[in-house]
């Protein structure tokens, strides 16, 4: 049978707990990883990662069994106990705060290193799969390991949602939770546990070295997609959750292949789409929308150089040439004929013989930015005191700005005035 | 000590000392963090040149692999900058993604390409007396990573001392640095190339992991120890030489990870600068303290 099928279809129950084991995970850590992004702290769930390695070996050494309660509190106790250190150099001596964090995660991963490879040569049968840790194994999840994992999961998703109002508060202003009352110490006290909590059983999808992935790759993400807290952390959630799925899958099809890389893989994948195609956020709506104001400004400004060109000898729907307008405003040759040809194609200028006249449009169009270059000229000497010959170049980038409410408002602060500083006549239609 | 143990400690305390030098310079710019991304990052790099040279010959590796390296440092700077998105995750998408990209590469081609996953993270620097360069004549010139690491150590000494007035206005005084009209970002991406071509020089050797704890570890510890930047640099060097030497011994000793064992030292040897260090040590500032108030 097609293994896509096979595995979709969740009909063999190893496969459904695989499936529902690699979702919990991926997406719990997606949740809390969303907080520790609000509290720019993305790289402290790196050196957990890092630093429960040693204490799931400890676990090991004492209990002599792959028993996941004695792992998970090993895992707890050095993963909490590397925050404890980072805090303390990052406190008392000169060390800053990422130096504290590279070397915490480096040295403790060292001793786990040390512990797995002690272990794995003693000989003790129980160790085999304990390297499994570093990058993860989704296949392994089944039976009681997932129960244990599954309950953590749930713990950990049950808390976010109950504390989910004083979570967000600590993230954007402490100062105000702490002046409310609230036990910030505590509060701060839960989210790293939880965090830690999320590592520990994270690691088993996607392993130590890549745990810090799945913390902050959804929540970067989901960040591109909306503003809005509730929203991003169900996204976060989403976007986790497809690639813990897509991880068990890969591990059903190819079980050698480790899961941790998969995840990573997919997840990086969609954090990529967002960044460049998020509306609004993304790279290229960004680009575009600037290209667009861009195209506003020149636009306006070679509209603007055409009424100029009208004022002199009051006729503004005379047909100019290219020298005329680029008597006004000065460019390249090539981009004033893009200009134009642009401007012709919206309406706002003829094109007869090799000469260029405003529309009605054009004229009404150039007028109004005239208008308004000329009421902010006026504002900033009159309202701000600014010398006139200092108005010009603020006024040039404004008037493509104002909004007609913003004019209406200007016009009456001004009450309608009849001229600028530079005694040039503003035009009201 | 036999001569296998002279060869390893000798490969480690090499790489100990460039990344010592280095990483000065990368904890006084903020950028430890960057540094461990480009000690992950490096890794796909190292299996394409493989894939596509056929060999392990390190100078194609270097080449390659050492591009990675600026292609991270420019990914970073583009997801912070361009896309808007905050530095630390900016940091820690890029390297994940890079990370396993490679880890998967290797599985995939695990046939093809002689690195396995343990491997990358932890080296296998025991290794280091077998493999050993033969001339055609049958002249057997020694162990090949020692000539490796110790050109690369060789160019980091060179980079230092060329561009020293460079690297330390660009760490120190960025602002005064450009307005003298060096451009910080050739040199940041100097310095990045740099992290990237030694990491990529220890990968056989020491693994990803302990090139980190290289970086910054005796760094680290040698801040605490002076505020003399100089005296910074040559004391990082001798603790890196210092922790490898030992860490050599214990692993000997619990017959474990040698770089773990390094790794595990660095730390240690970091506690106790924290605690005694004669300026800044805890244990002196309280007991000055204590003096003081009387």
């Known amino acids: 049978m097609n293994p896509l099928i096979q595995f979709f279809s969740f009909q063999d129950p ?139 999961a749930v713990i950990l998703l049950v808390t976010v949602y109950l504390l989910f109002k004083e979570f967000t508060l600590l993230a954007f202003d402490k100062d105000y939770a702490r002046a409310i009352g609230l036990p910030v110490r505590w509060i701060s006290v839960t989210l790293t546990s939880l965090i830690v909590l999320a590592v520990v059983i994270g690691i088993q999808a996607v392993g130590v070295v890549l745990m810090a992935a799945i913390l902050i790759t959804p929540a970067a993400a989901a960040r591109f997609w909306t503003d809005r807290i509730r929203v991003m952390i169900m996204l976060a959630c989403i976007f986790g959750a497809v690639s813990g799925l ?42 575009i929308r600037q290209r667009t104001i861009r195209r506003t400004i020149h636009n306006e400004n070679i509209l603007k150089a055409l009424y100029h060109l ?33 401007l012709k194609r919206q309406g706002y200028v003829e094109l007869s013989k090799s000469r260029w006249q405003l529309t009605d449009n054009g004229k009404t169009r150039a007028q109004r930015v005239v208008k308004i270059h000329r009421l902010w000229e006026l504002y900033l000497t009159t309202q701000l005191n600014i010398a006139p010959d200092h108005v010009h170049d603020d006024a040039d980038t404004i008037e493509h700005l104002l909004t007609p409410e913003l004019e209406a408002e200007l016009e009456k602060v001004l009450d309608y005035p009849r001229e600028d500083p530079h005694r040039a006549e503003i035009p009201y239609p | 000590m036999t001569l296998n143990d002279i060869q390893i400690i000798t490969t480690a305390a090499l790489v100990a000392t460039s990344c010592a030098l280095l990483g000065c310079f990368l904890i006084l710019r903020k950028m430890a963090m960057v540094g461990d ?7 796909p790099g190292i299996v394409i040149a493989f894939l596509v040279s056929g060999s392990r010959d390190s100078v194609t590796m270097l080449g390659g692999a050492g591009l990675i390296g600026i292609l991270t440092t420019f990914l970073i700077e583009f997801f912070h900058k361009k896309a808007r998105l905050q530095t630390d995750a900016s940091i820690g998408v890029t390297f994940t993604w890079l990370f396993a990209v490679g880890v998967v590469l290797i599985s995939l081609f695990a046939g093809k390409v002689d690195l396995d996953q343990d491997c990358v993270l932890y080296g296998e620097i025991a290794y280091v007396p077998l493999d050993l360069i033969i001339l055609p004549e049958g002249m057997i010139l020694g162990p090949k990573a020692i000539y490796v690491t110790g050109a690369i150590l060789a160019v ?56 980190v704890a290289l970086l910054i570890g005796p760094a680290a510890t040698a801040y605490l120890l002076t505020d003399n930047f100089k005296v910074m640099l040559v004391l990082a060097a001798g603790v890196g030489v210092m922790a490898s030497t030992i860490g050599y011994y214990i692993a000997y000793w619990l017959d474990g990870s040698i770089a773990g064992a390094i790794a595990m030292v660095t730390g240690i040897l970091f506690a106790l600068a924290v605690f005694f260090a004669p300026a800044h040590g805890l244990v002196f500032r309280k007991t000055r303290a204590i003096a003081e108030s009387r």
């Open chain 1, 14 to 152: 190893n496969i459904r707990f695989v499936a529902i084991g690699a979702v919990l995970l991926t997406a719990s850590s997606a949740i809390v990883g969303s907080f520790t992004f609000l509290n720019k702290k993305s790289l402290i769930g790196d050196a957990i990662a890092h630093a429960v390695l040693p204490g799931i070996c400890l676990g090991f050494l004492l209990s002599g069994t792959k028993n996941p309660v004695f792992l998970i509190s090993g895992a707890f106790v050095t993963g909490w106990l590397s925050l404890v250190a980072v805090e303390f150099i990052v406190s008392r001596t000169r060390i800053k705060e990422d130096t504290a964090i590279g070397l915490v995660l480096s040295v403790f991963f060292g001793i786990g290193i040390l512990m797995l490879t002690v272990i794995q040569k003693s000989g003790n049968a129980a160790q085999s799969g304990l390297d499994n840790f570093l990058f993860g194994k989704a296949a392994a999840l089944v039976g009681e390991d997932l129960m244990v994992f599954g309950t953590v």
């Open chain 1, 246 to 287: 897509s991880g068990a899958y890969i591990s059903f099809v190819a079980p050698a292949m480790p899961t941790g890389p998969w995840i990573v893989i997919v997840i990086s994948t969609i954090a990529f789409v967002s960044f460049f195609f998020a509306p609004r956020r993304g790279v290229v709506s960004r680009f």
């Open chain 1, 310 to 342: 009208g004022e002199n000898d009051k006729n503004f729907l005379a047909p100019r040439t290219p020298d005329e307008i680029l008597s006004k405003r000065s460019l390249d040759r090539d981009h004033l004929n893009r200009v134009l040809y642009r």
């Open chain 2, 37 to 43: 991304a480009i000690s992950h990052a490096v890794l």
């Open chain 2, 156 to 211: 980091i000494l060179l980079f230092i001392t060329l561009g020293y007035k460079e690297l330390f206005l660009t760490t120190f005084d960025p602002a005064f640095a450009t307005a003298l009209g060096i451009s910080t970002s050739l040199w940041h991406y100097l310095l990045m190339g740099a992290v990237s071509a030694t990491t990529v020089a220890s990968f056989e050797s020491v693994g990803a992991i302990l090139v």
